[in-house]
């Protein structure tokens, strides 16, 4: 599972690929900052890494 350090404590918060399209508000099991990651305010990121992962794939010739 996917997952991203806290921006507070630096504890791995893991999430759900889904959760992000749904902008839901993830909560450091440490600290209890909440995060929201929201699909909308980073999709040109996601473009960007779906776009060189399939560049990878293709490199790699992976079905």
């Given at each position: ?5 806290c ?29 929201t990651?929201?699909?909308e ?23």
């Amino acid at each position: 599972m996917p997952s991203i350090p806290c921006p507070n404590c630096k504890t791995q918060i893991e999430f759900d690929l889904k959760d992000i399209l749904n902008s839901k508000n993830f909560t450091c099991t440490t600290c209890n900052i909440k995060i929201t990651l929201s699909y909308e305010d980073n999709k040109a990121a996601l473009k960007n890494a779906k776009e060189k992962l399939d560049e990878l794939k293709d490199k790699l010739d992976i079905d």
